[in-house]
Each structure stands twice: as structure tokens, then as C-alpha cells.
């Protein structure tokens, strides 16, 4: 299977600060990767689509600003959480699918993070 | 839009018996996928069914779909406490079109 490589798995930080969030697709190109956000014992939110070269399309309420999405290769989106406050900690996690016609979707490991 | 709605929300068995969680849906679809995900990690895709399949087998795992009722079953046979995870069923996904989830059924088995 194709594998999606997200990076880190675990991270602290204080209010105020910014953090990135990497998501790699190992052994294929994800022309489209999707951004999604978990609560504890929820269901996944969809946050936002990653397109490779374009902007990214967000989800009604989620603040563009705020989490900043950039697609620069088919291999790699990055999703930066800017000034940071503890209502963003959560588990971010993003998925794509490969270029072979898969309808279904490849996650990352997600990302914990706390804000302090 | 779209969302998958299981139930139960939680379920504990034990070790061998069978799990049935259920999944409804709100419109039509062209797929439907269930997943696992293990605490704290990412989500492993499991099984999908098209909207002119009834029933599909996978080792352990049995999916079955009504899509007059717009609802699914997923049967775990012969459980194992490595069974242990939340499921969720996604509805329609292909090319650029994100799965939307639903809530979830988190099962505990019991060894």
C-alpha cells in the first residue's frame, strides 16, 4: 500500500507561537492532500483540501489565516498552525490518495499537538 | 453534506464474539468505506463497497450495504483484543473529493 509519512507526531508549544505540520506521500504524488482535525473520542473534521500549485480550499469556519496550507511539490503539504492558542491543541491529521485511481485514502500518523 | 452516522458510539465484547457496528447515511452515494483507527494514530482504510454491492468479505470482516435503507453493517467475526480501535464509516470519495466521516464506534474486546 502507498504510504503517507506526517511529521512530528507529537508536539508542545506556547501560546503565541507557530507550528508546522509535514505530510509527506513516501512512494507516490498526491496532487491533492486533505487536512483533517480530530477531538478527543470525536469523529475527523475535514479542515481543508490541499491542492499541489494552488490555493488550498477551506472548509466553512475554518480560518485560512490561521492554519496556513501550502502544496509546493506532489509529494509534500505543510499545514502551519500561526499564533497558536490552547483552543487549536487537538490531533491534526492528513491523508491523500495515490495517482493510480484509488478511491480510498492514505493517512499520516497525526499529529498531537498542545498548546500550553 | 454527506455524513455517515454510526452506531453503537461504543461497544465492548468479549474475546471471540462477533462485532456488528452500523452505519446510516443521508444521500445517495457511489461508495461507501469503513475505517480503523487505533488510539492516537492514524486511520487504516478496511474495506469499500459500491452502491450496486450488497455484501463483501474481507478475511474477518463483513460489510454489507441497503442502499434503499442508506445504511451499512460492518460484522467482525471471531474477535481479538487486537480488534480494539474506533471504526468509521466514510461515505463517496474519488479523485479530488474528500470522505466525509462519520462518528465513529469505538469497540473494546475484551480478552
Known amino acids: 500500500g502507498a504510504v503517507v509519512s506526517q511529521h512530528p507526531s507529537r508536539v508542545i508549544c506556547k501560546s503565541g507561537t507557530s507550528v508546522k505540520i509535514e505530510c509527506r506521500s513516501l512512494d507516490f504524488q498526491a496532487t491533492t492532500m486533505f487536512w483533517y482535525r480530530q477531538f478527543p473520542k470525536q469523529s475527523l473534521m475535514l479542515m481543508a483540501t490541499?491542492?499541489?500549485?494552488?490555493?488550498?480550499?477551506?472548509e466553512q469556519g475554518v480560518e485560512k489565516d490561521k492554519f496556513l496550507i501550502n502544496h509546493a511539490s506532489l509529494t509534500l503539504s505543510t499545514l502551519t498552525v500561526t499564533s497558536a492558542h490552547p483552543e487549536d491543541s487537538s490531533f491534526y491529521i492528513c491523508?491523500?490518495?495515490?495517482?493510480?485511481?484509488?478511491?480510498?485514502?492514505?493517512f499520516g500518523s497525526g499529529t498531537q499537538l498542545s498548546v500550553l | 453534506s454527506q455524513q455517515g452516522e454510526e452506531d453503537p458510539q461504543a461497544l465492548s465484547i468479549q474475546e471471540g464474539e462477533n462485532a456488528t457496528m452500523n452505519c446510516s447515511y443521508k444521500?445517495?452515494?457511489?461508495?461507501l468505506q469503513w475505517y480503523r483507527q487505533n488510539s492516537g494514530r492514524g486511520l487504516v482504510h478496511l474495506i469499500l463497497?459500491?452502491?450496486?454491492?450488497r455484501e463483501k468479505h474481507s478475511g474477518r470482516l463483513r460489510v454489507t450495504l441497503d442502499t434503499s435503507k442508506k445504511s451499512s453493517s460492518l460484522l467482525i467475526t471471531a474477535s481479538r483484543a487486537a480488534d480494539t480501535a474506533s471504526y468509521f464509516c466514510?461515505?463517496?470519495?474519488?479523485?479530488?473529493?474528500?470522505?466525509?466521516f462519520g462518528k465513529g464506534t469505538r469497540l473494546s474486546v475484551i480478552a
Open positions: 490541499s491542492n499541489e500549485g494552488s490555493k488550498a480550499t477551506y
Open positions: 444521500t445517495s452515494i457511489n461508495n
Open positions: 491523508s491523500a490518495r495515490t495517482d493510480r485511481g484509488d478511491e480510498k485514502l492514505f
Open positions: 466514510a461515505t463517496d470519495g474519488s479523485g479530488n473529493t474528500p470522505l466525509v
Open positions: 463497497i459500491r452502491s450496486n454491492e
